[in-house]
């Protein structure tokens, strides 16, 4: 499976929600594989110290332009579970690449106007890749780092998701101090200590978006990948 996130804006938690869903499958004992393409390479950094990493996830930073070389070398050796490349939606080639490659493309946005205004954007240069390689358009805006009170600009934002017909996670992912620590200790809160309130409130939020995602791309697959899956 591969899942891509895009986002032409900084700020809304791309690279942060990359490495916690990196978490959620590699919990469960599954080959994580994260293509870090993203300008500032935050994931790279964040799991660059293989001490702290959990088990299950590894990290690469290929060069864009090589990023279809660099899957199919990923599948001919590895082979992993899941893959989740994390690329910015500014640099079209790689876009284009991770969007056609991907069985789902992830928009992660804030509840704000600027965020919801450029993830629009990403969601139609998206659309125009899908509909150039024959495909009916997968993608999802993923509302991500939402506060935990309610207010007037995630009205708006709500309502501009409405009429700019974006279609989205059904899960949304709260502003919670258990995601920001991911780039202080490398660990996503699935390997945190569930105890802590925080910690155990993003591990129900992100087992809830990785069931949307799943039965997502459950009810998207042909007859004949359902075939597939079930050999």
Not at 49 to 67: E, Q
Not at 154 to 166: A, C, G, H, N, P
Request: proline share 6%; aromatic share 4%; glycine share 6%.
């Amino acid at each position: 499976m591969i899942i891509t996130l895009a986002s032409s804006k900084g700020g809304v938690g791309k690279s942060t929600i990359t490495g916690c869903l990196a978490g959620v499958w590699a919990a469960d004992g599954n080959t994580v594989h994260i293509v870090d393409l993203d300008n500032n390479r935050t994931v790279s950094r964040w799991f660059a110290d293989t001490a702290r990493r959990p088990d299950g996830i590894t990290v690469t930073a290929p060069d864009p332009a090589g990023l279809t070389e660099h899957l199919a070398e990923l599948a001919a050796t590895s082979n992993p579970d899941v893959i989740l490349i994390d690329v910015a939606g500014t640099y079209e080639r790689a876009l284009t690449v991770a969007v056609a490659r991907a069985h789902l493309t992830l928009i992660p946005a804030a509840p704000t106007e600027a965020d919801i205004f450029e993830a629009s954007r990403v969601a139609r240069h998206i659309t125009s890749v899908y509909q150039a390689f024959g495909r009916e358009p997968l993608y999802r805006l993923l509302l991500n780092r939402v506060p935990t009170l309610s207010s007037s600009g995630q009205l708006y934002s709500t309502l501009e998701i409405v009429r700019l017909r974006l279609p989205r996670i059904k899960t949304r992912v709260m502003q919670r101090a258990a995601y920001e620590e991911l780039g202080l200790s490398g660990h996503p809160p699935h390997f945190a200590d569930r105890k802590r309130p925080t910690v155990a409130k993003a591990v129900q939020e992100l087992d809830a978006v990785r069931a949307d995602i799943e039965a997502l791309l459950q009810s998207a697959l042909t007859p004949a990948e359902h075939l597939e899956g079930a050999a």
